[in-house]
C-alpha cells in the first residue's frame, strides 16, 4: 500500500512458502527458509496458529466447551452457548480462544502461553539466521464491543511500539492531545490480515515502510495493551454486571472523605424506582440529605429521641452511651438518604386481615425498591449502610425533615466511598434456603 509521492507510505504483503507447521518446529528457522529478503525495519505479522502448532498447544479434548473452561479465568458475558470470558494469558475474547478448526478431530488449538515471549523467539531467531533487526507481531482474530465483524490484534509482540502516545502533543489545528494513545500493533495486525486471508494458507504478513514503530527489546510487549480492571469501563456483561453489583453490595460503616457525587445517587434511585409494587403504585420515596446541616440536625434529633426511649426502658447511662456510638455510622458517612413508605394508591377493605396484607405488600415493594437502591450504588463503587434507625422515631423524623404525615421513614441509608477492603461474604449455599415441592 503507498500514498502519492511524497506522502507517507507502507507496503504489506503475505509470505509464501511456510509449510505446514508441527510442534518443535523453530519458526524463525521455517520464515528464513521461506527466503522472506527481510531487512531492518521490517515488521513481521505472525498468525497465532502457527506459533501454538509449534509450541504443542494442540491437546486432546473431549469437547471444545471443557478446554474453554480449562483456559478461563473469568467470564464477562454469556449468552446461549456463547462465552466472552478473560483467558490465561489477560485476554478478553470470545471461547478463550480455543480454536477447533484446522486441528485434528478430537483435538482443539490453544493460544501461546506467552505470546510476548513467543514474539520474542521469533525475532532473535531471524536476527540470528538473517541478520536482519524486525520487529514482530503475533496476531488473533477478535471480535470487538460495539462493532460488527472480526479483525486482527496484536496479542503478542517484540520489538515494535505497540502503543504510540500522542498525549502532551498537538493536531494540525494546535489543539492540545490530551486522550490519543494509538494502538498501532493493532493497526499492524489488521494490516496483515488484509493480505493474508481467513482461508488462504498464509499466516505470515511482512510490513515495509514503517521502520519508526521498530523499537529496542527493551519495549513492552501486547500485554500493554490490555487494559487493566480499574479502567475498564465495560467489565461485564449485562446479567453478569447485575449479579457482580448485587455481589459487592456490602454493609459498609467507615467512610473516607471522599465527597459522593449526587448524579450517581440519582441514578440509584432511578433503578430503586423500578421496583415491582401492587396496583400500579409508587410506594417510594428517598429523601437526600446532602448537606452537613441537615444531616447534623437530623441525627441530633434522632439521637435525643433514642435517649429518651432508653431511660424509659430502664437502661444505664453507660449501656445507654454505647448504644448510641453503634449509630456513629451515620454520623459519620458524607451522604444521607432516608427512604420513605407512601401508601398512596392502596386499598381499604374496613378488615383487619385484608388491610394488614394490603400494608405488607406494600412494604415489601418499598424493600425491593431500597435493595435495587443499595445494588446500583455498589455499582456506583459507593458504599452502603442500611440502618434501620429512622422507623423507630418517625414523627421527629418528619418533624425535622418536614415531611407529609403519610411518609413512613424506613430507616437511613449511610452513603460515602469505603474505607479499605471490604471483608469477604460468607459463603451461602442456595440449596440451604430451598424448599422444592
Known amino acids: 500500500m503507498s500514498g502519492s509521492s511524497g506522502a ?35 515488521v513481521l505479522l505472525v498468525t497465532s496458529k502457527i506459533v501454538s502448532k509449534a509450541e504443542g498447544r494442540i491437546v486432546e ?55 510476548d ?107 500493554a495493551l490490555v487494559r487493566s480492571a480499574a479502567d475498564d469501563m465495560f467489565r461485564l456483561g449485562t446479567s453478569e454486571a447485575v449479579r457482580e453489583a448485587v455481589t459487592l453490595r456490602r454493609t459498609v460503616r467507615e467512610f473516607s472523605d471522599e ?53 424509659r426502658d430502664g437502661k444505664s447511662e453507660e449501656s445507654i452511651a454505647k448504644r448510641v456510638r453503634r449509630g456513629d455510622v451515620l454520623r459519620n458517612a458524607p451522604y444521607l438518604v432516608v427512604p420513605c413508605l407512601v401508601m398512596d394508591g392502596s386499598h381499604t377493605y374496613g378488615d383487619e386481615r385484608r388491610d394488614t396484607a394490603e400494608r405488607e405488600m406494600f412494604v415489601v415493594a418499598a424493600g425491593a425498591g431500597v435493595q435495587n437502591f443499595l445494588v446500583a450504588l455498589a455499582g456506583e463503587r459507593l458504599g452502603s449502610a442500611w440502618v434501620s434507625s429512622t422507623m423507630f422515631c418517625r414523627p421527629v423524623v418528619r418533624e425535622v425533615l418536614s415531611l407529609p404525615s403519610s411518609w413512613d421513614p424506613l430507616g437511613a441509608v449511610a452513603v460515602g466511598h469505603a474505607v479499605g477492603v471490604a471483608r469477604e461474604r460468607v459463603g451461602r449455599e442456595a440449596e440451604a434456603f430451598l424448599t422444592v415441592r
Not at 473469568?74 to 480454536?99: H, K, T
Not at 484446522?102 to 490453544?110: I, K, Q
Open 61 to 115: 479434548a473431549a469437547d471444545r466447551e471443557s478446554a474453554i473452561d480449562a483456559e478461563t479465568v473469568r467470564v464477562v458475558a454469556r449468552r446461549g452457548p456463547l462465552r466472552i470470558v478473560e483467558n490465561r494469558q489477560g485476554l478478553v475474547m470470545a471461547a478463550a480462544g480455543v480454536d477447533a478448526s484446522n486441528t485434528p478431530a478430537g483435538t482443539v488449538l490453544l493460544l501461546p502461553e506467552d505470546p
Open 8 to 42: 507517507p507510505s507502507f507496503r504489506v504483503w503475505a509470505l509464501g512458502g511456510i509449510p505446514e507447521v508441527r510442534a518443535g518446529d523453530d519458526l524463525a528457522k521455517l520464515i528464513a527458509a521461506a527466503e522472506p529478503g527481510l531487512v531492518d525495519g521490517d
Open 259 to 311: 465527597p459522593v457525587d449526587p448524579g450517581a445517587v440519582r441514578r440509584a434511585v432511578a433503578a430503586a424506582v423500578t421496583a415491582p409494587a401492587p396496583h400500579h403504585t409508587t410506594p417510594w420515596r428517598f429523601v437526600l440529605l446532602e448537606s452537613a446541616e441537615s444531616r447534623t440536625r437530623l441525627l441530633d434529633a434522632m439521637r435525643e429521641a433514642w435517649i429518651e426511649d432508653l431511660r
Open 117 to 223: 515471549a513467543s514474539a520474542r523467539a521469533v525475532r532473535d531467531g531471524l536476527r540470528d539466521t538473517l541478520g536482519v533487526d524486525v520487529g514482530v507481531v503475533v496476531t488473533d482474530t477478535f471480535g470487538r464491543p460495539w462493532r460488527n465483524g472480526l479483525t486482527d490484534v496484536a496479542i503478542g509482540a517484540a520489538g515494535v511500539r505497540v502503543l504510540d502516545d500522542l498525549r502532551g502533543g498537538t493536531d494540525a489545528h494546535g489543539n492540545p492531545l490530551s486522550a490519543t494513545v494509538v494502538a498501532t500493533a493493532d493497526e499492524l495486525a489488521a494490516a496483515g490480515d488484509l493480505v493474508k486471508g481467513k482461508a488462504d494458507g498464509l499466516p505470515v504478513a511482512v510490513v515495509r515502510g514503517l521502520s519508526h514503530v521498530v523499537a529496542s527489546d527493551e519495549e513492552p510487549g501486547a500485554r
